[in-house]
């Protein structure tokens, strides 16, 4: 990912401590969070300094390398941070496996990201073939070089698709209650590609009038069916684009896809507090009496998917 102008990545080790581009402040203030301790990156996760399935899923591979003396505890701790996204409980066991081999628990976490990296341009690459040029792109939440590490997964296709010179516009659901189209906004404005950000219940209007030719997001699971649970409000964009004859892709790489689950009620659905929605900016937007739920996710059942975006390839139905 460009900031000003020079890459970087939404995390990274050093000097045996794990820093993060803090996602809490941005796109208001660029900070960084520095991780010490096991506990720190187990907060992080849950606080969403850093968020995003797969970029959960490499901070906790850090966080076994900063626990790695008390395996089976960090592996615990780690687990227990969010239960929806499957690269969480992916990476962790990635990291047991390695560090059971006798394997170097740096090494094997430095190989798991940049195999990650990777997997997420080449989703791009794949990705990229399904932008034409002057096409009308919806996205939902922030599945970018932020909720990946670099390139992301959703967003990786626009990526290669700009830089290689192709001109289209994508439309950035705000994605209440946290906002996270803020972030894909801000991704989207440091690479210089064509956008605006729309209200949740925008999105229908737009597809109606047809101003909007396919929609891609990203997925927090995939499950044996090929039902996925991604960010709240994903599944009601899914029915708004088959009811109106739009193509509806999902991005993933391959530690996104839970082989043990068979269909998408399995899924374990986050439920985060009550401020998420009651307060915006440090403003508070309800009276403290309003009682509220706060989903963070829900499932989209596998008719709605025009095709799963993959490191591999563009598929149309899972196995
Ligand atoms: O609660 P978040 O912000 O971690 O949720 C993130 C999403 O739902 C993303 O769309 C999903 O993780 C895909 S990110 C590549």
């Known amino acids: 990912m460009k900031i000003e102008g020079k890459d970087c990545r939404a ?22 969070y520095t991780a010490k301790t096991v506990d ?22 850090y966080g076994m390398v900063l626990g790695v003396n008390d395996l089976k505890n960090t592996a615990e701790k780690l687990r227990k941070t969010r239960p929806t996204a499957y690269d969480l409980f992916y990476a962790v066991d990635f ?11 740096l090494d094997a976490a430095n190989n798991y990201v940049e195999d990650l990296i990777d997997r997420c341009r080449r989703i791009g690459e794949n990705g990229e073939e399904l932008i034409k040029e002057g096409m009308k792109i919806l996205t939902h939440c922030n599945a970018g070089a ?37 972030l894909t906004d801000w991704e989207l404005t440091q690479e210089g590609i064509d956008h605006a950000v729309i209200a949740d219940n925008a999105a229908g209007h737009f597809m109606k009038n047809g101003e909007i030719d396919m929609v891609i997001t990203g997925a927090d699971r995939i499950v044996s069916n090929g039902d996925f649970a991604n960010k709240i409000g994903t599944y009601e964009k899914a029915v708004l684009a ?42 508070k937007i309800m009276p403290d009496y309003t009682k509220v739920k706060n989903p963070a996710f ?14 591999e390839k563009i598929t149309k139905k899972l196995e």
């Not at 080790?13 to 960084?32: A, M, S």
């Open 146 to 182: 932020l909720a990946t590490v670099d390139y992301g997964t959703a967003l990786a296709p626009f990526y290669i698709a700009h830089r290689k010179g192709k001109k289209f516009f994508v439309y950035a659901d705000e994605t209440r209650p946290r906002c996270q189209g803020l």
């Open 95 to 105: 990291m047991v496996s390695k560090i059971k081999d006798g394997g170097d628990a």
């Open 242 to 283: 088959k009811e109106n004859n739009i193509p509806f892709y999902v991005a993933a790489p391959i530690s996104t896809f839970d082989k043990t689950i068979k269909s998408g009620d399995e899924i374990i659905i986050e439920e985060r507090g009550r401020d998420e929605l009651a307060i915006i900016n440090n403003c």
């Open 40 to 61: 720190d990156v187990a907060f992080a996760i849950k606080d969403m300094v850093v968020r995003g399935a797969p970029a959960i899923g490499a901070a906790a591979t």
């Open 11 to 32: 995390l990274w080790f050093e000097d045996g401590t794990l820093k993060f581009i803090d996602q809490r402040k941005l796109p208001y203030k660029l900070e960084i």
């Open 298 to 311: 829900d499932v989209t059942p596998a008719e709605y998917v025009t095709g799963y975006i993959t490191e």
